[in-house]
């Protein structure tokens, strides 16, 4: 864990030093959004909320708005603010309340949802219809079995009559 923490810190660390070097705080990239956006995305639990929570705390500002928006935070927050933890769920619906400010990121949240939730009925029709073959083959089986043991028990029966 703490290693993990390490390459965090040297990811913002190296992605502030390189705006601050490009002489802007509001560069596309403006305090790391980039590698918050990837945290938020693929972190462990406490590193999403972590990342939702520094998200948020960006979102005030017009720009970084702007930065969370192109770097891909929207479909990440809304993801968090849909399948989280319950301060993950917080964190990223507080962000994406203020990034919604933006007509743009307005329009950009509302797909991303639409995009979560067709997924989401997408993945339980598959789980619905993976569930119906595994009773049909379960199904199968058991016929099967039953033909097995009536074909042997036929077999036993006509032994039986040859011998008599």
Same mark, same amino acid.
Not at 12 to 31: I, M, V
Not at 86 to 115: F, G, P, W
Not at 128 to 134: D, N, R, T, Y
């Given at each position: 864990? !703490?290693?993990?923490?390490?390459?965090?810190?040297?990811?913002? *660390?190296?992605?502030?030093?390189?705006?601050?070097?490009?002489?802007?705080? @509001? @560069?596309?990239?403006?305090?790391?959004?980039?590698?918050?956006?990837? *945290? &938020?995305?693929?972190? =462990?639990? /406490?590193?999403?909320?972590? #990342?939702?929570? &520094?998200?948020?705390? *960006?979102?005030?500002? +017009?720009?970084? +708005?702007?930065?969370?928006?192109? &770097?891909?935070?929207?479909? !990440?927050?809304?993801? *968090?603010?849909?399948?989280?933890?319950?301060?993950?769920?917080?964190?990223? =619906?507080?962000?994406?309340? @203020?990034? #919604?400010?933006?007509? /743009?990121? +307005? !329009?950009?949240?509302? $797909?991303? +949802?639409?995009?979560?939730?067709?997924?989401?009925? =997408? !993945?339980?029709?598959? $789980?619905?219809?993976?569930?119906? #073959?595994?009773? &049909?083959?379960?199904?199968?089986?058991?016929?099967?079995?039953?033909?097995?043991?009536?074909?042997?028990?036929?077999?036993?029966?006509?032994? #039986? /009559?040859?011998?008599?």
């Amino acid at each position: 864990m !703490a290693a993990q923490m390490r390459t965090v810190i040297i990811l913002l *660390l190296g992605s502030c030093a390189r705006t601050l070097a490009e002489g802007s705080r @509001h @560069h596309s990239d403006s305090a790391g959004v980039t590698p918050l956006v990837a *945290l &938020a995305r693929n972190g =462990t639990d /406490e590193q999403k909320a972590r #990342a939702a929570h &520094a998200l948020w705390t *960006l979102a005030f500002d +017009n720009a970084d +708005n702007i930065a969370i928006s192109q &770097a891909g935070g929207i479909p !990440a927050l809304v993801a *968090l603010a849909r399948d989280g933890t319950d301060q993950q769920k917080t964190y990223a =619906t507080m962000a994406l309340r @203020h990034l #919604a400010a933006n007509a /743009e990121n +307005n !329009a950009s949240i509302s $797909r991303a +949802n639409v995009r979560a939730r067709e997924k989401s009925k =997408t !993945a339980r029709s598959g $789980r619905v219809i993976g569930a119906e #073959a595994k009773g &049909a083959r379960a199904s199968a089986k058991k016929e099967a079995a039953v033909a097995k043991a009536e074909e042997a028990e036929a077999r036993a029966e006509a032994r #039986a /009559e040859a011998r008599a």
